[in-house]
């Protein structure tokens, strides 16, 4: 019999977080040692457990998911490690394999796809649940390292959920729709929207759009008809 492999899930949703604990509940190679919320929290949790696989979120509430892949990669060589994501961009899964992640699952299929990638990671190999090639990933994996393309230092002053709020609003996506891919209320994405064009001096959607394309966060061609 395989010997059980210990994981560590980081995600600010007590409810995704179950959902996720339900599912590697039938597989019995795996075994979930400890959860997180935070980043500050996992990282804690990782030093102290050193678990085999760690999972994470990209959107946590004090630092980007792909920061603390990068810092437990740092601290645990050992230790493999899944991204679980909203996002299905290719700069998201770039940055993410260029912090030491070795497997990559969007949210929404991850009832279907998560058991599949944790087998194939704790195996030393790399998992995406797309169509992109292993041959793709070892390109993005070749690729120059870089924190982002992004210099502007109003984006830099707004908090990690403040700059998911906005790129999901930049892309095109309602306050709704917002709401319901990062498990908030409306009411809590109005709130950062408010907190955002704020700090950013933007004053309507049309130049939260601009802003955005011109530090390159977002396709404009989404925009095209």
Do not use: C
């Not at 992004?150 to 403040?162: M, Q």
């Not at 709704?176 to 700090?199: C, D, G, Q, W, Y």
């Amino acid at each position: 019999m395989a010997e059980t492999k210990t994981i560590l899930i980081v995600d600010d949703h007590p409810l995704f977080r179950e959902g996720l604990k339900s599912i590697i509940s039938r597989n019995p190679r795996f075994a979930v040692v400890g959860e997180a919320g935070t980043a500050q929290k996992g990282l804690a949790m990782a030093r102290s457990l050193s678990p085999d696989l760690v999972i994470v979120d990209i959107s946590l509430p004090d630092k980007s998911g792909i920061h603390l892949a990068r810092e437990i990669r740092g601290l645990l060589l050992h230790t493999r490690i899944m991204i679980v994501s909203m996002h299905s961009k290719i700069d998201y899964i770039a940055e993410a394999f260029q912090a030491g992640a070795t497997g990559y699952v969007v949210k929404e299929s991850a009832s279907d796809r998560l058991l599949d990638g944790l087998e194939t990671v704790a195996d030393g190999e790399y998992f995406l649940d797309s169509a992109i090639s292993r041959e793709v990933v070892n390109k993005m994996m070749a690729m120059p390292v870089h924190e982002s393309k992004i210099t502007d230092t109003g984006y830099g002053a707004l908090t990690p959920r403040e700059q998911e709020v906005m790129r999901l609003l930049a892309e095109g996506d309602s306050v709704r729709i917002v709401a319901e891919k990062l498990f908030i209320s409306p009411k809590t994405v109005e709130n950062h929207r408010s907190n955002l064009m704020k700090k950013l001096g933007l004053r309507s959607t049309v130049e939260l759009v601009r802003y955005a394309a011109r530090l390159g966060l977002i396709d404009v061609d989404l925009w095209k008809k």
